[in-house]
């Protein structure tokens, strides 16, 4: 269902959960049937095959719903004094035509969500976040003179992400496409429209993101899908895309942290610090939210450490305890899967510092089930640095063909 | 660089003028700058009508700092008081006024039950005041984060309500957060006796007697009292200003220079540290250090600006609750008027007209929804009976604070001003008839001109409501209580910081505290 009728009167309020307008296209393709609620959205699970579909992801290419991400519209003489107070990197370094990944804070240095920053044209921002962000857009916007409108139901997202994402943009008339650089933006002309096209997206592959107006959603999914059958282009839900971005050791709002506006106590956020995000992070701007706090983290030292883990065995150790020394909890898995393209058991952690260090003795502690019987294994884990896995197509320009 | 050493105060108001005495006398370059053509902020004194002048914002002295007087030596700077320990008149519309002074009732009628329960709750009140007054010079305990300092600062507060002992104790915390309404109640059956001491607790607030809260803001009012003979109602001669231009003085003996009539538009920043000042004719100042006298609205997202700020820290500065409710009366008379059967000896007392409980509550009615009350409750101070200096010879100056008075009336215009002068002048004649034909000249200020003329957003008396969530280590907000403002190098010094608002001049010393403390941590 569309959010808006023919005569452009809001329907949204029909229906608890919206329907995105690619709808018709992945209902008719989700022969699983498997879906979930994504910020009041339907969302597939998977549509024919998880593990196919995370092969299209690191073979062909995989087609991914996108609209539910929640869009901001940031506009006005202030955007950029307003981003910047906002978010903790600078943002004046995100030129006309580049998406730069961001975090933003509370007054306690406390990540609140993540999410990227599109600087569409000069001024004229577009900020996509995990978790609703209006009403904290909204209070930071005093005294700036901006407009924030969030605009998720009015622009159609796709990521189209794996080695042959940029040979099917070619095909269906997206042309230089290839010498798009990682987190540029450019714009095609499309069915009498506009398509928006920028390299960035979830899986740490070489891949693409497409915003279009809602009307031409179902004639560029078509394009898509005619143009890529040759590619080997697949649909993919949330399960595939979950194992592709904890192989690029991307983390999820809600997940591997939780946002500090919806902690309880104290103890359960986490800085940019404790992401291992630092980079996101410049202090030498005068002012932002949460930068006394970080100041002060940083000579105080962090209390957590994000790390990557690479676990022995082969059964993911999702929410595992992770030991020192088989002795203390020392920190807990936020995010595990057996990696097929690493072809290792991987996880994300949240560690008590100083443990997570290159190096140090972990084990996890992993409960698993056979036949109705739980067993409990412990799992040697070794620091890994760095993604666990990290193509060079992923960021060559130009994109070659595959 | 040169000017780090200076320290500019942005507000001559009687907080500013403490602050940077203070600060003079500790050896910094001390620059006061006031917007306005004469020092003193809300306690000053000025010409409402030819040869007729009045404490234009607060009329009575009572709360002080004993220490901050003796300690600048203000009397040596000129200040004398025209008189001293003010009896309150209830004032009764058919001749039966009561004459309390203190817990004491000195003329008029009262069953024997009121008269015993006025002295015990006289006394139980000033001893929960002196509580609070234990605290104004303390800088408030950090809430989070502190160390040993903090929570040494917070076992204080607890050790004061424990000395109170078990009983008193109990009862402190029983009426703490309560209204005064059911606290008097309890106490006594006389509505006019009532009346008078449940204005006491409401009086420059947004409270009715029935509001929580105004059980504390009347102790915050009797915190002077409760310091002993200093904080007993006095009139300075001269005026209310005639503590200012005291304070001007011993700020200006100990090197600070002040300059009038020069308004500053903006705190400067180098990077996150305050340079200084912008003035509205663009002059630029430097400075290591800033401290304003002015409100945390005004200097934090007017001076300052927003967006030098944290989301969450300009969410709690805007919704600092600060609309006055307060309405001030200026009448220039021909004669002394006479109130029903009061004897004249008393004209020059402190007048209070709050005839009960419900009329209070009422006229607080009217206001909450934004017209003002009909029939307002009044505290009136005639100063020229004791102070020459105010009015032409055998003339006379009334000044009276009306409440209720909505900071936004409904109806625009000059309206509502003509309105509550009308209701105001309504209520003295049927106290005193006779007195409008008594009235040369008359001026009423409403809170939104309280606002416009001492620069105080909302135009309340304390910068912002006396109210738990508004007190000590939350005053102003959470995380900003310390004077010391987020920004560096900033702070505050006025009633918006604890302890809050009256003529005391804790604020000020406070802050100047925090200046040279973090100056020596640095």
Redesign the interface.
Known sequence: MSIRDAMGRKEHFRKAVWETPFHPRTAALNTLNEWHRWKDYTTADAYFDQALEYAAIRNACAVFDLTPMTKHRITGP?AL??LN??ITRDVSRIKPGKVGYCVWC??NGQVIDDGTVFHLHAGDYRLCSQERQLD?LS??A???NVSIVEDTHDIAALALQGPTSCAVLKAIGCNGIERLAPFGIAWFPFAGGELMVSRTGYTGDLGYELWIDPVLALSLWDVLFDQGAQHGIRPMGTHALEVARIEAGFIQAGVDFLPADQAIRLDRTRSPFELDLARLVDLGK???????ALLAEQRRGSRYRLVRLDVEGNKPARSAYVYDRKRNVVGTVTSAEWSPSAKSNIALASMQVPWGRPGDELWAEIYYQRELKWSRVMARCRVVEGPFFDPPRRRATPAADF | MTDQNRVIIVGAGHNGLVCAAYLARAGREVLVLEASNRVGGAAVTREFAPGFRVSACAHLSYLLDAAISRELGLSSHGLKHARENLRTVAVAGNGDHLVLDGGRLEAGRLPDKDRAALAEYHARMLRFARVLAQQHNRRPPRIAGGGRREVLAAAMLGLDVRRLGRNSMREFLRIAAINIFDVLEESFETPLLKGALGLDAVLGTSLGPRSNNSVLTLLHRMSGTAQGPAGRLSLPEGGMGAISEALAAAARAGGARIRTGCAVARIT?D??RVSGVELEGGEMLSAGSVVSNADPARTL?GLL???????????RV?HIRSKGMAAKLHLALDALPEFTQLPAQFAGERLVIAPDLVYLEHAFDHAKYGHCSPEPALEITIPSVHDRTLAPAGKHVLSAVVQYAPFDPRASGDGPRRELLERALGVLERHAPGIRRLVVASELLLPADIEREFRITGGHWHHGELALDQFMMLRPVP?AAQYAM?VGGLYLCGAGCHPGGGVMGSAGRNAAKAVLATERAA
């Open positions: 202030d004094p307003f107070r906002l509370d007054d904290w209070r930071s005093f005294g700036f005068p002012n932002f939210n949460g930068r006394r | 920043l990077g996150a997202l600006g927003a967006r030098h700020l944290e989301t969450g820290f300009v969410h805007r995380g987020p």
